[in-house]
C-alpha cells in the first residue's frame, strides 16, 4: 500500500459524535446538542483539519516527508498536529504573541512545533516563509462532513453554529442547499465580529479590526469561507450571554464547554423563543464546539470574567426561565 493509500485511511470519518437533549419547557419544541467534544483531539476543529489534510493529499499537495505548516492556534493546532503524527509528518504552527509554554504544551506533546510571533497578523506571512505546505484554514476552508453525518441523525428546522472560518456554517448551508433539506442555518456572533454587520449590511469584505473575547469564535474581518448566501439568520450574542450559557451548559451537562458553545446555545434559545412566540414545533440543534479543563480557568472562572469587564449574572435568570422544564 503505497503512503496516499494510507494517509487516506487515516484521513477516514471517525464514529458520529452523539446528540444530547436539553430539557426545554414543554412548547413542542426539542433542543438538541451535538457534541464534538467527543472527537479524537477535543473539539470541532477535528472536522476542519481531517478535511484540510484530505484535501491536500488528494490535489498532491501534501506527499510522505512534507511539513506541514499552519498560522493558528488553540483547538486548530492541536488537531492538525495530531493528524501529522499520524501521518508520519514533520508540523509546525505559528502562534500569535509571545511565547507561551502553556500554550505550545498540547502541540509539542503530539510531536509539533511551536513559533510565536507578534504582531499577531505578522502569523499568517511567517507561516508562508516557511518550507513546507502551508494549510491556511482561513484562505481555503474546505468543507467537512459535519453535514452529512448530522442529517443522518436527525431532520432538525434549525442549526445554530458560531463562525471562525466560516466553513461549518458554509458546509451545512450547502448540503441543505443540495439535499433538499427543510432546514435553516444560523450562525451565532460575538461581540467585536464582523459576520453580523456584514451579513446585515450585505458588505462581505467587512471588517471591525478588533479581536473577539469568545475564543474559536468571531473574526475581525469576514473570512473567505464565510458563504452568506448559505446563511439564514447571523444572531448577535453578548459575551456575557455566551459564557454564562457555557456555565448553564456545565452545570446540565457536567461538560466545562467554552464560551464560544455557550454563544451557540444562547442564539439556539433565541429562536426557540421565536418559534414559540409564532406557535411553531419542531428541532434546534446547536453545537458544543469543545469541553476542556482548561475552560474552567476562563469562562467558568469569576476572576476572569470580573477581568473581561463581563456581568455575567444579569444573564443566569433568563437562561434558567428558558430551561426550566
Not at 426557540?272 to 469543545?290: K, N, P, Q
Amino acid at each position: 500500500m503505497d503512503w496516499d493509500t494510507r494517509a487516506l485511511d487515516v484521513l477516514a470519518a471517525g464514529e458520529p459524535t452523539p446528540l444530547i437533549e436539553l430539557p426545554l419547557p414543554a412548547h413542542g419544541i426539542k433542543l438538541l446538542l451535538k457534541d464534538e467534544s467527543k472527537q479524537p483531539t477535543g473539539s470541532l476543529r477535528h472536522r476542519h483539519a481531517r478535511a484540510l489534510f484530505r484535501r491536500a493529499v488528494l490535489d498532491g499537495s501534501i506527499a510522505e516527508g512534507v511539513t506541514v505548516v499552519e498560522a493558528t492556534g488553540g483547538n486548530a493546532a492541536v488537531a492538525q498536529a495530531w493528524f501529522a503524527r499520524r501521518l508520519g509528518l514533520p508540523y509546525i504552527v505559528v502562534m500569535p504573541g509571545e511565547r507561551s509554554p502553556a500554550r505550545a504544551l498540547a502541540v509539542e506533546e503530539l510531536g509539533g512545533e511551536c513559533r510565536f510571533v507578534t504582531p499577531p497578523l505578522a502569523i499568517y506571512d511567517a507561516a508562508r516563509e516557511i518550507d513546507g505546505h502551508f494549510l491556511d484554514q482561513l484562505g481555503r476552508a474546505v468543507p467537512h462532513d459535519l453535514a452529512e453525518e448530522l442529517f443522518g441523525q436527525v431532520r432538525p428546522n434549525w442549526v445554530v453554529t458560531g463562525a471562525s472560518t466560516g466553513v461549518t456554517s458554509a458546509a451545512l448551508g450547502q448540503w441543505i442547499r443540495d439535499h433538499g433539506e427543510g432546514c435553516r442555518v444560523a450562525v451565532a456572533d460575538p461581540e467585536n465580529s464582523a459576520y453580523f454587520p456584514g451579513w446585515t449590511l450585505d458588505v462581505p469584505d467587512y471588517g471591525t479590526g478588533m479581536p473577539s473575547r469568545i475564543e474559536g469564535i468571531g473574526r475581525p474581518r469576514v473570512e473567505p469561507g464565510f458563504r452568506p448566501d448559505l446563511v439564514d439568520l447571523v444572531v448577535p450574542v453578548p459575551d456575557a450571554a455566551g459564557v454564562a450559557a457555557a456555565r448553564h451548559l456545565r452545570e446540565v451537562t457536567g461538560l466545562p464547554v467554552g464560551a464560544s458553545s455557550g454563544t451557540a446555545l444562547w442564539a439556539a434559545l433565541e429562536l426557540v423563543e421565536r418559534m414559540r412566540a409564532r406557535g411553531e414545533t419542531g428541532t434546534v440543534v446547536s453545537l458544543i464546539g469543545d469541553a476542556a479543563a482548561r475552560h474552567l480557568t476562563t469562562c467558568h472562572n469569576d476572576d476572569w470574567t470580573t477581568a473581561k469587564g463581563l456581568d455575567v449574572a444579569r444573564h443566569t435568570a433568563t437562561l434558567r426561565q428558558r430551561t426550566a422544564s
